[in-house]
């Protein structure tokens, strides 16, 4: 089975590549005297803060490497609501060129978001409404990554636990098997109660394993990986929204009392100014909002470190070939130190999240306060 999986992971990277090769695009910058000399100048100086932020921003395309002046990327589709003509419109984001050319009226800024322009124009047409944006961003297609290794990966742990119920676990499910029994017994169990956390099982498994697998994916420094997911705010605010909905829709009788009506409080904190109730209600809002805040800050906090030390080897080469080679050793080293800590710091984060998801949840469905 071990075998199996290897040869679907086999097939699934053929075809990986052969789709990378298929709509790899190249774009050759064209050059002028003016332009030479306007280059020459850049050259001169490295704009470490535009580098890092490139890395870890959201784009509609998948940049591979830059070689000299051919930019290896892969296009990811665009999707647009366009609200003055109530239509959809789809292509593919090499169109834009990178942002040099616009298409169907339509083109992509500096800080990746599409704008309307007027015709045979880059002007923006502030007469004409925004569309509303359903493209596949680079985060996007990281999700799907994610979620297509995850699938991989249980659809085959599943499939020899049905095959084999009663035989030691061996391969990819001996190493899964401590992961799923510490998420179902150290943090489903002990938060929740013994009675109660099966139902919750699936919801924090999803989370858990969601988290850790895109922290994962997020420090491979090459295609497929590189995508920073967790590290964006939009995704840890969905993540956070479901803790906030399961949560909320979980609770029993008791734990909406505590929230109206807080059990061993003086009456006057709570009639006639609700100061209780309020209190209570904000922390309904603050608790998803820590989750969110929590891990988009440590994700985002550990790409920008390891960036800013690759950074400073192009920051000391401009002034100095030698001062670049020298820091190239310190800066390296440190790098290399803050990804095996990130490795540590990806799995962390998965279980505070989770963890913190948890007790919520058993906080919600506790039978008495």
Known sequence: MLLRFNKTGLYISIIGILMFFLSMETVHAESGESENHQEQSKEKSVDAGNIILGHVQDFHEWHIATIGETHITIPLPIILYDKDQSKLIAFMSSKFHHGHESYKGFKLTDKSNIVP????????????????????????????????????????????????????PKGLQSLMEPLILFVQNDIGKN????????????????????????????????????????????????LALFTFLVTNFSGNKYYWKHVFNTPGVPWWLKFPLPLMPIVELLGLITKPFVLMVRLFANILAGHIIILGFISLIFIFGVTNAIAGYGVSLFSVAFSVFINFLELLVAFIQAYVFTLLTALYLGDAVQESH
């Open 117 to 168: 322009v007027k015709p045979g124009t880059m002007e923006v047409d502030n007469t004409r409404q925004k569309p509303i944006d359903f493209s596949i961003t680079k985060t996007v297609a990281g999700i799907f990554i994610t979620v297509i290794l995850m699938l991989l990966v249980f659809m085959t742990v599943a499939k020899r636990y049905k095959q084999n119920p009663d035989r030691a």
């Open 191 to 238: 938060s929740i109660g013994e009675q109660k956390y099966e139902r919750f099982m699936p919801f924090l498994f999803t989370m858990f394993f969601f988290i850790f697998f895109a922290n994962l994916i997020g420090l491979i420094p090459f295609f497929p990986g590189g995508a920073n997911i967790t590290g964006n705010i939009s995704v840890t605010l969905t």
